[in-house]
């Protein structure tokens, strides 16, 4: 099973900043099949990013992933109130999903 | 317009099932373009997923939770269902049902709300 390891687990920063979170796969993971998504407390997950880098519909262009066979990246550009959240990545393989175990981002 | 809500009981006693129905409306689950999955997410915790179907009755689970869990349709009604049997205290958690896109990454694309499941005596 392909482990993602996401970092860090709490990020701290002011709106206008720029976040760069990190996901780290255990083996490499097609880019195809790495996804990103954002949490809000009290709801369900909002796609974000698909196949690493393309943004799901109605995302704001802040928002930008990259990364390749174990290292993936999701960058938000300047900080909106909005977007302080929690973020996950997700992989799919071998006909199965895994997660990371999340990145808090949080106002500073 | 696709939504997913989740329906079933939110206690459970321990040792017993704990049995959740999604309802799908605003798109059929005899589609051969998506898989209906189940994710549940302990309090203040990741998220995990359970496992999916797909429209041919094909299942794939979560290896940690596979001899426990059962996941079916029923097209008629275009609904699926989860089954988790010999449920602990840690199986409460937050359940969610969501759609995965084939086509595209087979990204979850559409969620339901989640219901919160307790398993307590």
């Known amino acids: 099973e392909i482990v993602l390891t996401q970092s860090p687990g709490t990020l701290s920063l002011s709106p206008g900043e720029r976040a760069t979170l990190s996901c780290r796969a255990s083996?490499?993971?097609?880019?195809?099949?790495l996804t990103w998504y954002q949490q809000k407390p009290g709801q369900a997950p909002r796609l974000l990013i698909y196949g690493a880098s393309s943004r799901a519909t109605g995302i704001p262009d802040r928002f930008g992933g990259s990364g390749s066979g174990t290292d993936f990246t999701l960058t938000i550009s300047r900080l909106e109130p909005e977007d302080f959240a929690v973020y996950y990545c997700?992989?799919?393989?071998?006909?199965?999903?895994?997660f990371g175990q999340g990145t808090k981002l949080e106002i500073k | 317009q696709v939504q997913l809500q989740e329906s079933g009981p939110g206690l459970v006693k321990p040792s017993q099932t704990l049995s959740l129905t999604c309802t799908v409306s605003g798109v059929s689950i005899s589609g051969t373009n998506y898989y209906w999955n189940w994710i549940r997410q302990h309090p203040g915790k990741g998220l995990e997923w359970i496992g999916y179907?797909?429209?041919?009755?094909?299942?794939y689970y979560n290896a940690s939770l596979k001899s426990r869990v059962t996941i079916s349709l029923d097209t008629s009604k275009n609904q699926f269902s989860l089954q988790l049997s010999s449920v602990t205290a840690a199986d409460t958690a937050v359940y969610y049902c969501?759609?995965?896109?084939?086509?595209?990454?087979?990204?979850?694309?559409?969620w339901g709300q989640g219901t919160l499941v307790t398993v307590s005596s």
């Open positions: 969501a759609r995965s896109r084939i086509t595209l990454s087979r990204v979850l694309d559409y």
């Open positions: 179907i797909y429209y041919s009755g094909n299942t």
């Open positions: 083996q490499s993971v097609s880019s195809s099949y």
């Open positions: 997700q992989q799919f393989g071998s006909s199965r999903y895994t």
